[in-house]
């Protein structure tokens, strides 16, 4: 079992800047991928990005490349999601989340074996 726990949220105002964490307990954090996925209201859940293991390798989503940024320290078990230029469509509740695999990235969320809590991002115009 793996235990992810969000924090870092809140409201911004647009143009502006948050970082995310996500702290784990239990397995070895290092055995997994970590992913970031948000849901706006009314919306289903999105990928956002997603960091190896090693944190040799990242992917992102379309709509935030280049403003946000995912990292990890193994040394302290947590991921990261830094967003800059952040826009009211970035608006919704962040979840991470921790893939067990051998080879390669998801952005599939029912791929994904533990989940966060999740923290809400508000941003305004």
């Known amino acids: 079992q793996v235990q992810l726990v969000e924090s870092g949220g809140g409201l911004v105002q647009a143009g502006g800047s948050l970082r995310l964490s996500c702290a784990a307990s239990?397995?070895?954090?290092?055995?997994?991928?970590m992913g970031w996925f948000r849901r706006a209201p009314g919306k289903e859940r999105e990928f956002v990005a997603v960091i190896s293991w090693t944190g040799g390798s990242t992917y992102y989503a379309d709509s935030v490349v280049g403003r946000f940024t995912i990292s990890r320290d193994n040394d302290n078990n947590t991921a990261y999601l830094q967003m800059n230029s952040l826009k009211p469509e970035d608006t919704a509740l962040y979840y991470c989340a921790a893939d067990r695999r051998d080879y390669g990235l998801t952005t599939v969320a029912y791929e994904y074996d533990y989940w966060g809590q999740g923290t809400q991002v508000t941003v305004s115009s």
């Open positions: 239990g397995r070895t954090f290092s055995w997994y991928h």
